[in-house]
């Protein structure tokens, strides 16, 4: 086990890999088979329903829909322990017995779709009203209180009023995210902590202002109520979703990259780990990275470089980029330097082609770049924000076919084109009304993609001419989140962040194809594309703590 990091292996998964698969990781490890046959009430079999597949012992799920006269059938199963669950249309069946899965054999269960389903939720973000649009969202304003004037003179430098107003909890929650931002301000140089009197006047202040409605938290919706109504169509039922929950399901896993082997890889934002999950053995492992001055470690904004390395950004209070080496299991520290802009926070980064490492600090307005060789960090500010006097809001980043790089100016509509050297910009504006932009990214061409949250939908900048043209997605108020490229199949695929799916535009054709996941308030906001094995997308789940993959089986 290396010194820098710990490699963690959870007891009941341990005990599992080492009693089917010794071995673990070296080569495909043995499955099996799960077949059956769903039908409605009346007992006719019934095509393009959800079939779901949940091992607890393992943390895994598994998803796959009914082919011709409702038949499923899921080859993939790690030996175990299975219920099984099928959803269509308007009802559900219940869950089935306990089935026992070995490798390399086949079992079976039939399902009957006989119980009524829960009422469909509406698009939203996770535990928010409809319509809500969170970052790039209208100004709000405060409750009035004692509270309100140290808010806005400490806590608004940091994030906008907006974030506090939309969330809710009960004074625990609350006294819990205080204690957060008070680590998160110890090793800021912008970030300003409260004092013990302040800090009992606002936590008075936000449990009595922002409680959950009706003083209760709010329930969690049931978890197929995102699932669509109507069966799923022929062209769209050949593909499998793949999931692992995570132990700690308040770790927040912002940021998935793939690496050179295919394996999914999440940064977590509040658990402080660095997590990987082996496509092969479906196996999850997690590692610590080194400890710095301050023990809240805010993981975030994950990319796989040429050489296979992992970088991310320590977003808190330490205040530092971090390299993995997978093959020697091992982290390198790039501490960044003290400045008058505060803490690090983003969750956007790039590897340019000169091997530089790009990161957009969406609270700083401020993009940074390394340079690995030199350790050599420059912070550039965004002039939209300095003209403005406020916080562009630097959001996604991608690498254009002119080797510049390009960003999301979320709060002011724009996007703006970097020179990697001289850290010049020139800024456009989106020319879409209420974008809220979120993450960018680059084609086969070189051109860029923007995933507009607010808009719903994608849109196509040619590099060089700056034309553009919008693809709207299919559903309504989607939460288009990102553009990511297939590089072999000329597709685009985003995440619908507000009705959890997946969606794949042919820009040739202008057809999409959503694909639903398997639970309500997954929270999938960035995906990424295994070039490797491109009918394969790794998502992570943000709020519901998890990771996965969708597969296109044709």
């Not at 402080?272 to 001055?293: F, I, M, N, Q, S």
């Amino acid at each position: 086990m290396p010194k820098s990091g710990l490699k963690s292996y959870f007891a009941a998964l341990a005990f599992v890999a080492s009693a089917f698969w010794p071995g673990v990781g070296s080569a495909q490890e043995p499955v099996g088979t799960l077949t059956g046959i769903v039908t409605d009430a009346a007992g006719a079999p019934l095509e393009g329903a959800f079939v779901q597949m949940k091992n607890a012992e393992r943390h895994l799920y598994f998803m796959v829909i009914t082919k011709t006269q409702g038949r499923y059938t899921n080859n993939r199963l790690p030996p175990g322990k299975y219920v099984v669950q099928a959803i269509g249309g308007e009802h559900q069946s219940a869950p089935s017995a306990v089935i026992e899965v070995a490798a390399s054999t086949s079992a079976s269960v039939d399902l009957s779709l006989t119980v009524a389903r829960a009422p469909t939720l509406p698009p939203a973000w996770p535990g928010r009203e409809p319509g809500q649009r969170g970052l790039g969202a209208q100004p709000v304003s405060l409750a009035p209180g004692e509270g309100k004037a140290i808010i806005e003179a400490k806590c608004v430098a940091c994030h906008d009023a907006e974030r506090i107003a939309r969330s809710r909890g009960n004074q625990a929650r609350w006294r819990a995210v205080l204690h957060s931002m008070k680590l998160y301000a110890q090793g800021s140089t912008f970030a300003q902590a409260l004092s013990e009197d302040e800090e009992k006047v606002v936590l008075a202040y936000l449990a009595a202002n922002y409680a959950p409605a009706g003083g209760a938290a709010k329930a969690k919706p049931d978890p197929f109520s995102r699932l669509p109504r109507t069966l799923v169509p022929p062209a769209a039922r050949d593909y499998i979703v793949v999931e692992y929950e995570l132990p700690n399901p308040r770790s927040e896993p912002h940021e998935v990259a793939v690496d050179l082997n295919g394996n999914g890889w999440i940064t977590q934002r509040t658990g402080g780990r660095l997590g990987r999950l082996d496509r092969k053995t479906l196996t999850y492992t997690e590692y610590e990275p080194p400890a710095g001055p301050s023990t809240q470690v805010r993981l975030n904004a994950i990319r796989t470089d040429k050489q296979g390395e992992l970088w991310m950004v320590d977003g808190g209070p330490n205040r530092r980029f971090l390299r993995f080496d997978p093959k020697a299991e091992r982290f390198e520290v790039y501490q960044l330097p003290p400045t008058k802009s505060g803490n690090a926070s983003g969750n956007s980064m790039r590897i340019h082609p000169n091997n530089t490492v790009w990161l957009n600090s969406i609270g700083n307005n401020e993009v940074i770049r390394l340079d690995p060789a030199t350790r050599q960090f420059t912070f550039f500010n965004v002039p939209a924000g300095v003209q403005r006097n406020r916080n562009a809001t630097p959001y996604g980043i991608a690498v254009g076919g002119d080797n510049k790089l390009w960003i999301v100016e979320n709060s002011v509509d724009q996007i703006a084109r970097i020179d990697p050297m001289s850290g010049k910009f020139e800024e456009f504006p989106l020319g879409v009304e209420d974008p809220v932009a979120r993450k960018i990214g680059a084609d086969w061409n070189g051109n860029l993609w923007v995933g507009l949250h607010g808009a719903g939908s994608l849109l196509w900048i040619d590099y060089r001419t700056l034309e553009r043209k919008e693809f709207r997605a299919p559903s309504e108020d989607a939460g288009v989140y990102l553009a990511d490229a297939d590089m072999t199949n000329r597709v685009i695929w985003t995440s619908l962040h507000h009705v959890d799916k997946l969606a794949r535009l042919d820009p040739a054709t202008g057809v999409w194809t959503e694909f639903p996941l398997m639970y309500a308030e997954t929270d999938v906001r960035r995906i990424e594309v295994d070039q490797s094995n491109p009918n394969r997308i790794w998502y992570s789940g943000v709020l519901s703590g998890r990771i996965g993959y969708i597969e296109v089986l044709q």
